[in-house]
């Protein structure tokens, strides 16, 4: 009987330990087929370090409130695993670890990147004699994935966009008459604008121009079109991804830095359009960057989101036992009204590195809107309340014990 491992990877999320919680609480009803699951502490470079924790130490109890916890339980990175040609070594070094402690499944939750991990993972234990059955649980705000439906913790983003975009909107339109005109809230979204849309959620009587990444900044057609929504309605509302770009490819907020994973690092363009439509329009403004807010608010997750976040994690443990390998569990939608879905597979060959841009069906004809096809594909993904249990006025969120499995090989360097 091999043990499993199991490790969070990127930026978190509202419902990504809903997912672990699917993991291990499935895990635990197979005790006759899957040994203990071990949890990397910090993500992959748990793995790599050797630092395990023992999640049978963790309650049942506990594990159970991972559910309606935010963030990683666990422990999260941003380490992009170089290619296998550049350094073997890391991932060797992963299949050393998993042989010293029995570890017979790779499970994998995160983004494009970690598909990629999980896929070389597959391959590499292969060919070294000590196979490993890897799984990759879908995960990111972006809902960038393709292949499934949706990506758990984009429903909740999306919910969190929605609600502000909204509340900010009822504020600055009370105030338009002799003071603000114009609210611009920055959200996630580097290359695809998924997250930016959902500010399109909301009425039609409430002003909003949306800023994708999928289409070039036009400077004059937008102060057009802001102008325009301040004298109709007497404000204007701008949601902006951060990943905005000028013609020419260009980010609007590039700060010519990079992180670990080799993306441009992004950040302040709310100020940068805040004072665009000053300089141009003479328009008084307030900013936002909504940031860690909007995916940590586990108090506004969707529902739908929660749901499927959990099935993820459980599916993942399903197909280990009915020995696939290299897969990833999807969400497939089979109906918008009303809303139902049920649980696919992708291989990760068809996954790793492959980013879901918005639909250009989805954009409105202008650039600054959502479709109706847009609207139909959100709204249910946004939509039921999961709200988490409160203690003295604050969310009772759970922190694990991460008690730590004695370790059996070298150190390794990471």
């Keep these: 009987m091999k043990n499993a491992f199991y490790a969070q990877s990127g930026g978190v999320t509202a419902v990504i330990n809903a997912s672990a919680c699917g993991v291990i609480e499935t895990a635990r009803k197979h005790s006759n087929t899957i040994g203990t699951v071990y949890a990397g502490k910090n993500g992959i470079i748990g793995a790599l ?3 395990l924790i023992d999640t049978s130490k963790e309650s049942s109890a506990d594990i159970k409130a ?3 916890t935010p963030s990683g339980g666990f422990g999260s990175c941003r380490y992009k695993m170089k290619s296998l040609e550049t350094n073997k070594a890391e ?3 992963l299949i050393e670890v998993f042989k010293a402690h029995n570890i017979g499944y790779f499970f994998y939750n995160g983004g494009g ?8 993972v597959s391959q590499l234990s292969e060919s070294m004699g000590y196979p490993i059955q890897a799984i990759h649980i879908p995960k990111t705000v972006d809902n960038d994935l393709p292949i499934t439906d949706n990506s758990p913790g984009f429903g909740s983003v999306a919910k969190y966009i929605a609600v502000s975009t909204m509340e900010a909107s009822f504020d600055v339109a009370s105030m338009a008459a002799t003071s ?3 609210f611009v809230l920055e959200v996630m979204g580097r290359h695809a604008g998924w997250i930016a849309s959902a500010g399109g959620l909301v009425d039609d009587s409430i002003p909003v121009v949306i800023l994708f990444p999928e289409v070039g900044f036009d400077e004059k057609k937008f102060l057009a079109k802001v102008d325009k929504n301040v004298k109709e309605f007497g404000y204007c509302t701008i949601v902006v ?3 905005a770009k000028w013609p020419d490819g260009r980010f609007l907020s590039e700060q010519n830095t990079h992180d670990d994973f080799g993306h441009a690092q992004l950040g302040g363009v709310a100020p940068i359009i805040a004072k665009l439509i000053k300089n141009a329009l003479g328009y008084k403004y307030h900013w936002a960057v909504a940031d860690y807010l909007q995916r940590a608010a586990r108090h506004l997750a969707s529902k739908s989101d929660v749901k499927q976040a959990y099935a993820l994690g459980q599916a993942a443990i399903n197909m280990a036992l009915e020995g696939k390998n290299s897969v990833m569990p999807t969400i497939i939608r089979t109906s918008n009204n009303p809303y139902t879905w049920k649980i696919g597979s992708g291989k990760l060959k068809d996954i790793a590195n492959i980013e879901k841009m918005m639909l250009m069906n989805y954009i409105s004809n202008d ?7 847009c609207r139909e ?4 993904l946004i939509e039921g309340e999961d709200y988490p249990p409160y203690k003295n006025g604050l969310p009772d969120y759970v922190v694990m014990k991460k008690l730590m499995v004695d370790k059996k090989l070298p150190p390794f360097g990471v």
């Design 367 to 373: 650039g600054f809107g959502i479709t109706e096809a």
């Design 377 to 380: 594909y959100l709204q249910p």
């Design 241 to 243: 991804s951060e990943g």
């Design 113 to 120: 990147d970690s598909a990629d991990t999980c896929l070389k």
């Design 180 to 182: 603000t005109k114009i």
């Design 66 to 68: 991972l559910k309606h």
């Design 49 to 51: 370090t050797e630092n």
């Design 91 to 93: 991932y060797e070094r």
